[in-house]
């Protein structure tokens, strides 16, 4: 799985040996930095059990190591409206 902004992932020894305790770990983007085949540099907010962001981090993480808890929400189709006929009439001045 290839995270996107606003997933909701478990980190764990699994994905980096820096993460003895796991952690919660929201997507804020995905950073485009080289690194090794497999492993990327994420950007995002570590959240407590409540779900509350806690901390900013980036992380380096192996991207086979990493478990989706909750998908970003797909984005809403914007709905076009026309819009309305602008009417001008002439005003007086003075």
């Given amino acids: 799985m290839h995270p996107r902004s606003g997933d909701v992932l478990h980190v764990t020894r699994a994905a ?3 993460f003895l305790r796991p952690i919660t770990f929201r ?31 980036s992380i380096f993480v192996q991207q086979a190591g990493l478990q989706q808890l909750q998908a970003a929400p797909v984005p809403r189709q914007r709905t076009v409206r026309p819009g309305r006929p602008v009417v001008r009439t002439p005003i007086r001045v003075g």
């Fill in 16 to 18: 980096s040996v820096q």
């Fill in 27 to 57: 997507v804020i983007r995905v950073i485009d930095w080289p690194t090794y085949e497999g492993w990327l540099w994420l950007d995002g907010y570590e959240l407590n059990a409540a779900g509350d962001a806690v901390s900013r981090r």
